[in-house]
């Protein structure tokens, strides 16, 4: 989202997303989808809990080593005949980037998904630079045809309905399309099959990295990831450094859960392994590869609070079942990653001033944390991130000085007491057939949906004496 | 004969001042099953606001207090999933700066449970005798289902009623949108949740909606009486405690 867009209050952005009715249709169909498919999906496959205890392992224990297996990464991609780039910042890898697309002369790209690329602004580069970016993913083609953001971590148009869809498609592709999404594939597939042969790179990201084989996997379900590391002359993959894996052995197991979590798939359709470029005496495949390894602020968090967001496969599990994703979908975050997860990301990327308000948009309902693969505790990451920006002042000083008064109250009886009784003399004029409405205040967010039950004629601490 | 169980009950903040008539039908509840109940005076709430605020070290001090007050207690009792969750989970870690208060918080975590829980595994209890009669469905309490990984227990008791018919609530795991200040700081959402979750119970044709945490109950009933509805959020304690308060 543009700076301008996100100087517009979060609650804002929210109550906007509430009110498109489009919006609200596509994500109760496709969220409902999603939590049904995964549910399914882990209910018939019993080993699914010790899988994910042992992919939470497995991430925990290559982070502590992170350096060690980065280098053994690089080593092996090296030796296959590619390059390995290291990108401390967004910026150094967007021009990286540009600086191969420059001395290659690559006029065009074509993209696979990647999350990494839109966490560079990858494509706003590359099209000032004169290279026309082409997203190959369908649904990331529909949005880059709309000039959006991804919504969603794996289904980037996911707050699209059919019919927007086949609007779109019929006013950019000149033609009269029916919202039947059999048909739009097909339209976006033969628009598509051009650019692959004549784009001069392919870009994308990577599901994981094996460091014991320089092996860059990607786990898609459209077939467009498999021809963009194959058609074009040259390869770029981007990944964040913490989707290195120390072997193959540990790559069985991510697989079996990643694509249950984010589709309810035993597996995605394709499952691609690129090991380098074109060796001789092989048919196909690029003349160079390149992969970028991505930190942009990752590294500086294997010590801190938000180390376990580092473990994050990005299946968006957690979006599914977050009712405030749910309720507002992604671009409301305004942010790269939206959802609970996002929430996390964007503090680790952005600091923790970009999340004053975001780190409140979750009840703590826990359903997250149920759901994540490698079982993340979000909510508690939360909770810690609510309590750096109330040590760091980042949180408004009016509500800082709220709760220090809770404080004083819950520390006292008398004065919880006595604040009982105050509230009982107080809220007389709200009262409506022994409900409150209409409060003043911060309770007058409550009470412009709902009523609130008035503070009781007697509390129990007072009724307890007579049942005594 | 056996002693009697002996008891504290830990009302909540939301139960003392908003709903005393959960804890009186507790009250009356547990002493009809031979529970011997005591209410240490001096309790005011576990600081779950403070918490999950972010206000970490206000919390603990909080904590530091209540687990002194229940210090004695054989059981505690919680008319509140979130509540008691707070108590067991993360009491222990917020004092866990004082080896005694910390050795009092775990004391206080393994004798404190919410009233389904304390009713089903310390009574053994799930045949209630109680008048109430109708349609109900229940909605899971996050904390109480995620949090203390309970479900069983609330639809048991609520099928050991004669009266009482339990029909599922279609999506009952789902958050009702509470969440304590989240409910006030995105107030919209907070709504938008709650009108998803009320639809549903509306579709079970229940005359109630029973939970096992103040915080639903205070979401739910609001929604419900805002919007004229027939329906009531209904306590466990209540359905149990021999009163029909709907």
């Known amino acids: 989202m543009s700076d301008a867009a996100l100087r517009t209050p979060f609650p804002e952005r929210a109550g906007a997303a509430l009110k498109d009715a489009f919006l609200q249709e596509a994500l109760k169909i496709a969220t409902t989808k999603f939590i049904d498919l995964r549910r399914e999906s882990f209910a018939g496959f019993p080993q699914g809990e010790a899988l994910r205890d042992r992919a939470r392992a497995i991430k925990e224990a290559t982070l502590q080593r992170l350096d060690v297996h980065l280098e053994r990464l690089a080593d092996n991609v090296e030796r296959l005949g590619g390059h390995v780039h290291w990108a401390t910042t967004a910026e150094e890898a967007r021009e990286l980037v540009l600086r191969l697309c420059r001395e290659r002369g690559v006029r065009m790209a074509v993209k696979s998904k990647s999350m990494a690329t839109e966490e560079i602004d990858l494509n706003e580069a590359l099209e000032r630079a004169g290279v026309t970016p082409v997203e190959t993913d369908l649904g990331e083609y529909i949005i880059q045809l709309a000039h959006e953001k991804p919504s969603h971590i794996i289904a980037p148009a996911i707050h699209k309905t059919k019919g927007q869809v086949a609007e779109l498609f019929s006013r950019e592709l000149r033609g009269e399309f029916p919202a039947d999404p059999e048909v739009l594939t097909a339209v976006a597939r033969k628009a598509l099959r051009e650019k692959f042969l004549q784009a001069d790179m392919g870009i994308t990201g990577a599901n994981f990295a094996v460091a014991d084989t320089g092996t860059v996997v990607l786990v898609t379900n459209e077939g467009n990831g498999r021809m963009v590391t194959s058609l074009p002359r040259i390869h770029v993959a981007l990944m964040g450094v913490e989707k290195v894996i120390p072997s193959m052995s540990d790559l069985v197991v991510f697989l079996a859960i990643l694509a249950r979590s984010a589709t309810g798939q035993k597996l995605s359709s394709y499952t691609t392994l690129v090991r380098g470029p074109r060796r001789a005496g092989e048919l196909e495949g690029p003349e160079e590869f390149h992969l970028i390894l991505l930190d942009n602020g990752r590294s500086r968090q294997i010590g801190s609070t938000l180390r376990e967001a580092l473990y994050c496969l990005r299946c968006g599990a957690c979006l599914n079942v977050c009712p405030v994703y749910r309720q507002i979908g992604g671009h409301a975050y305004g942010h790269t990653y939206p959802g609970p997860i996002g929430i996390l990301l964007t503090a680790m990327l952005k600091g923790n001033g970009a999340v004053r308000e975001l780190a409140h948009a979750s009840s703590l309902c826990g359903a997250c944390k149920d759901v994540c693969p490698v079982r993340i505790d979000i909510p508690r990451m939360l909770v810690e991130l609510r309590e750096h920006l109330d040590r760091e002042k980042i949180a408004p000083w009016t509500e800082r000085m709220l709760f220090k008064a809770v404080r004083r109250l819950l520390l006292s009886p008398a004065a919880f007491r006595l604040s009982a009784a105050l509230g009982r003399r107080l809220q007389r004029p709200f009262v409506r057939q022994g409900r409150l409405r209409g409060l003043p205040l911060v309770l007058g967010r409550w009470t412009r949906t709902r009523d609130l039950p008035p503070v009781a004629a007697r509390t129990f601490r007072e009724r307890w004496k007579e049942l005594r | ?246």
């Open chain 2, 1 to 246: 004969m056996a002693s009697p169980v002996r008891a504290a009950l830990m009302i909540t903040c939301l139960g003392d001042v908003f709903f005393p008539e959960v804890g009186v039908a507790m009250v009356r509840l547990l002493r009809r099953l031979g529970v011997e109940v005591d209410f240490p005076e001096g309790q005011t709430c576990c600081g779950m606001p403070l918490f999950n605020s972010g206000y970490r070290h206000d919390a603990a001090l909080v904590a530091a207090r209540t687990v002194k007050l229940f210090e004695r207690a054989p059981h505690v009792v919680v008319p509140s999933g979130s509540c008691a969750w707070m108590v067991k989970t993360e009491y222990p870690g917020l004092l866990e700066h004082d080896p005694a208060l910390r050795a009092a918080a775990d004391s206080l975590a393994r004798r404190t449970r919410e009233l389904s829980q304390f009713l089903v595994e310390v009574l053994g209890v799930t045949r209630i005798d109680s008048p109430f009669e109708g349609k109900v469905t229940y909605h899971d309490s996050c904390h109480l289902l995620r949090g203390l990984g309970e479900s069983a227990a609330p639809r048991a008791l609520l099928r050991g009623v004669a009266g009482v018919e339990l029909v599922e609530l279609p999506g009952a795991d789902e958050c009702c949108g509470f969440g304590g200040s989240f409910s006030v700081r995105l107030p919209e959402v907070s709504s938008s949740i709650l009108d998803k979750k009320l639809a549903s119970v509306e579709a079970t044709g229940a005359r109630c909606v029973v939970a096992c945490d103040a915080g639903c109950l205070m979401q739910m009933g609001g929604g419900l009486s805002r919007r004229g509805s027939a329906v009531k959020a209904v306590h466990l304690a209540q359905v149990l405690g021999g009163e029909d308060p709907a």
